[in-house]
């Protein structure tokens, strides 16, 4: 039986823009609602930018300029959503009292409000987001995190943050996740599937910045005897590691090396190991329909059984609970999101061209 389409009223996406954005914090976010519109056929979003004066602004890097669909007063009376995109000149922008004006004077019209990457600053600046929890890149939220007033705010882990109207995404290409769960909020589940397909994404990645913040952070380790030894544990989390074998391979003692580790990583090697092997586990959980034994040997844990002790140790779950709740949803071997009435996936306009964007 054919599903009855039913009319939907446009939203409204609006990104704000200054200075020296992250072009990427800018068209990512905004390019899955312009997907959605492609892949069903139908005008489900009109995604916008929006600078102050509605002048051009140049981004991180000078390679090009945005030039924005309209400025702050010309903005439609109601919309669905405003972001504030992030980048380098978010600080500039933060102390901008003409930019932060604007958002406390948006803020009312806005049915959801927030921010991509270090967009965040600028919306705490303005003091809308206040009592709410937000999400913003790793490496701003240990700066965010050293301000009493603010630190407790901050989720330096969250792939991003719903916060009563309040949506905020970690770094960079985390609002591309953020607008994913936009979507499926209005949407359904299985055009965010639709999206995340065609754009060849994932459609939620649950493990946290940690997943990141933890790799990275062996580049960011001023200590390069430390960052050999981090990046190491990445490379190869399945070894029989000592404290005796990764002395050795950072040319320390072994009470050196367990000090100055600490010291610059603020935890134990083991405790270290033990979060680049839940990673890689929980990563294989989320993306592959590997036996939970494969999983325990390829990401260091060696058996099932130690796997599943320490991912309720850590997590509070079983593995097969984990995968159920954030893998790579199926019943009987179909899609869960292919339920009767979630709008999905217009194929036969997107194929012969027929379709919007």
């Given amino acids: 039986m ?28 905004l ?24 002048r051009p602004v140049e981004v991180a890097g000078s390679f090009l300029r945005i030039e924005p669909t309209c400025s702050c007063e010309n903005l439609p009376k109601n919309l669905d959503l405003l972001l504030v995109a992030g980048g380098p000149g978010c600080f500039a922008a933060s102390e901008n009292e003409e930019i932060t004006g604007w958002i406390r004077k948006l803020e009312p019209r806005c049915d959801r409000m927030g921010s991509v990457c270090t967009g965040s600053t600028v919306l705490l600046a303005s003091g809308v987001t206040d ?46 996740d953020l607008a994913l769960a936009l979507i499926e909020e209005d949407h359904g589940r299985q055009l965010a599937l639709d999206v995340a397909r065609f754009m060849v994404l994932v459609l ?29 544990i990445w490379e190869n989390p399945g070894l029989d590691y000592s ?20 010291e610059v990583t603020n935890t134990t090697i083991f405790r270290y190991i033990e979060d680049v092997r839940l990673n890689v586990a929980r990563r294989l959980l989320e993306t592959s329909d590997l036996p939970i034994q494969a999983i325990a040997t390829k990401s260091g844990f060696g058996t099932a059984k130690t796997l599943r002790r320490a991912f309720a140790r850590r997590l509070g779950v ?40």
């Fill in 2 to 29: 054919k599903r009855e389409v039913l009319p939907l009223a446009t939203r409204y996406v609006a990104m704000l823009v200054y200075d020296h954005v992250a072009s990427v914090d800018v068209c990512g976010p």
């Fill in 31 to 54: 390019e899955p609602f312009g997907v959605a519109n492609f892949l069903t056929g139908r005008p489900l979003y009109r995604p916008i930018t929006v600078s102050v004066d509605g």
């Fill in 131 to 176: 009592g709410h929890r937000i999400a913003t890149h790793w490496l701003e939220a240990m700066r965010l995190e050293a301000d009493e007033n603010i630190a407790g705010q901050v989720d330096s882990d969250a792939i991003f943050v719903n916060s009563g109207k309040f949506w905020t995404s970690a770094g960079m290409l985390a609002g591309i």
């Fill in 204 to 232: 939620r990645r649950q493990s946290g910045q940690t997943q990141f913040s933890t790799h990275l952070m062996a580049d960011a380790t001023e200590d390069a005897r430390i960052r050999r030894v981090q990046l190491y």
């Fill in 243 to 262: 404290i005796g074998k990764l002395a050795s391979y950072a040319a320390m003692s072994e009470r050196s090396l367990e000090r100055r580790f600490k």
């Fill in 318 to 357: 079983a593995p097969s609970d984990y995968r159920a709740n954030f893998g790579m949803v199926r019943v009987d071997g179909e899609d869960v999101a292919s339920v009767v009435g979630e709008i999905r996936m217009d194929l036969e306009s997107v194929i012969l061209g027929k379709s919007v964007w």
